[in-house]
Antibody, heavy 116, light 107 residues
Framework: EVQLLDSGGGLVQPGGSLRLSCAAS????????MTWVRQAPGKGLEWVSS????????YYADSVKGRFTISRDNSKNTLYLQINSLRAEDTAFYYCASGEGPHDYWGQGTLVTVSS | EIVLTQSPGTLSLSPGERATLSCRAG???????LAWYQQRPGQAPRLLIY???TRASGIPDRFSGSGSGTDFTLTINRLEPEDFALYYCQQYGNSLTFGGGTKVEIK
């Protein structure tokens, strides 16, 4: 069974940092590009970042460029998102998803709340 | 960036009726790389359609996608109770963007 397990969210003050993780199982992780998508509470979906199979190519939405860093460890079947300089508008559920579109598999999401 | 506009914002229908959801792109979507997702409350999105018209694995045939270029449609025939949810379109031909969503609610 395919599973993507998102973790690492929490309450953080403005300007703070977090590292989100996405543990993959049930499929060959190293053969898939991966993506992070976020959703503010009660709002729509927003693409955040994608990474190629090897990790050598990364892509970011303008809203997070320079503050977020996507990475992966294929030996651990894990995707990461380092999020720095957090702002209130970064408050959202963060989902990892397989591929660079379309996304067959999704994690359950991890909630990041930015508040003082 | 390709902007996707979904309409209507909310669709109020009864079980057994047909739902027609629209997704319009601000410019042509390369290779018709357009996907549709369903999101139920408290759940992650689920892929329904990709390539504008290909059903994803395990998706019932009452879901169908059509369209090309800038105009795309998701049709749900004979609405089942579990189909009342949010629906998003996504283009993946030029970076990634999502539409704002359409809520299909019970009338």
């Amino acid at each position: 069974e395919v599973q993507l397990l998102d973790s690492g969210g929490g309450l953080v003050q403005p300007g703070g940092s977090l590292r989100l993780s996405c543990a993959a199982s049930g499929f060959t992780f190293s053969r898939y590009a991966m993506t992070w998508v976020r959703q503010a509470p009660g709002k729509g979906l927003e693409w955040v970042s994608s990474i190629s199979i090897s990790g050598s190519n990364t892509y970011y939405a303008d809203s997070v460029k320079g503050r977020f860093t996507i990475s992966r460890d294929n030996s651990k079947n894990t995707l990461y998102l380092q999020i720095n300089s957090l702002r209130a508008e970064d408050t959202a559920f963060y989902y990892c998803a397989s591929g660079e579109g379309p996304h067959d598999y999704w994690g359950q999401g991890t909630l990041v709340t930015v508040s003082s | 960036e390709i902007v996707l506009t979904q309409s209507p914002g909310t669709l109020s229908l009864s079980p057994g009726e047909r739902a027609t959801l629209s997704c319009r792109a601000g410019q042509s979507v390369p290779a018709n790389y357009l996907a549709w997702y369903q999101q139920r409350p408290g759940q992650a999105p689920r892929l329904l359609i990709y390539g504008a018209s290909t059903r994803a694995s395990g998706i019932p045939d009452r879901f169908s996608g059509s369209g090309s270029g800038t105009d795309f449609t998701l049709t749900i025939n004979r609405l089942e109770p579990e189909d009342f949810a949010l629906y998003y379109c996504q283009q993946y031909g030029n970076s990634l963007t999502f539409g704002g969503g359409t809520k299909v609610e019970i009338k």
